[in-house]
């Protein structure tokens, strides 16, 4: 099993709608987990951080279930700007103050008019 | 401020030539990352610096890659000889050693996208 699974997609929706993205992780003893954006033929860019209680930033809605090793991702109100891939990335310590960040393949997001 | 800054952006090379990519990292950042990407993929880390020491290096292909940071700022990562496989888009990373744990936030340049022919 991979370390970070993500559908691939791509995901076309039309401007408007919900979209959500799943992400699983393999090691239960992940500590903190993060979505990255990437548009087309640039670098990753840090989106948000996805917290235990679950948290918001605007339009986008990110949740972790640590018992099902399961991250999500929702946007609402999708658009166009919105079109990109997600990276979802999963943080584990490895012990003497170093950290392992491991990106999924990302998902792939087309919002259409 | 200036972000994390790479060159050269596009190289284009025949098989078993040698290729180096530069990475100035944003000052102050003591964590330097190489990544390699390839189409369709996310990144994958090939090696990851504290200062100048390397501290995991457990991915980089060390028969053919090599990668130097000897004064804790810059960083060179050099192939050689580069094989068809290689091509792919090369990421440096930088970020605050404290802070990534809880911000998570690396701060990635524009890439070189290195094709080999």
């Known amino acids: 099993r991979k370390e970070v699974e993500q559908d691939p997609g791509p995901f076309n929706v039309p401007e408007g709608a919900t979209v959500a993205f799943n992400c699983t992780y393999s090691?239960?003893?992940?500590?903190?987990f993060f979505w990255y954006r990437q548009d087309c033929r640039k670098e990753p860019k840090l989106l948000m951080s996805?917290?235990?209680s679950g948290n918001e930033d605007g339009r986008f809605t990110a949740q972790l279930n640590r018992a099902s090793q399961y991250i999500s991702l929702l946007i609402r109100d999708s658009k166009l700007s919105d079109s990109a891939t997600y990276l979802c990335?999963?943080?584990?310590?490895?012990?003497?103050?170093?950290?392992?960040?491991?990106f999924g393949k990302g998902t792939k997001l087309s919002v259409i008019p | 401020e200036a972000g994390v800054v790479q060159s050269p952006r596009y190289k284009i090379i025949e098989k078993k030539q040698p290729v180096a990519f530069w990475c100035n990292p944003i000052?102050?950042?003591?964590?330097l990352y190489w990544y390699r990407q390839n189409l369709g993929q996310g990144p994958e880390l090939l090696i990851r610096?504290?200062?100048?020491?390397?501290?995991?290096d457990s991915q980089l292909p060390k028969d053919r890659f090599s990668a130097e940071r000897l004064k804790g700022v810059d960083s060179t990562l050099k192939i050689q000889p580069a094989e068809l496989g290689d091509s792919a888009v090369y990421l440096c990373?930088?970020?605050?050693?404290?802070?990534?744990?809880?911000?998570?936030?690396?701060?990635f340049g524009e890439g070189s996208r290195l094709t080999v022919l």
């Open positions: 090691n239960s003893a992940s500590q903190s």
């Open positions: 990335v999963v943080n584990l310590y490895s012990g003497a103050g170093s950290y392992q960040l491991t």
């Open positions: 990373a930088s970020s605050l050693q404290a802070g990534l744990a809880k911000s998570g936030e690396l701060f």
């Open positions: 996805v917290y235990s």
């Open positions: 610096y504290e200062n100048e020491e390397a501290v995991d």
């Open positions: 000052s102050g950042h003591n964590t």
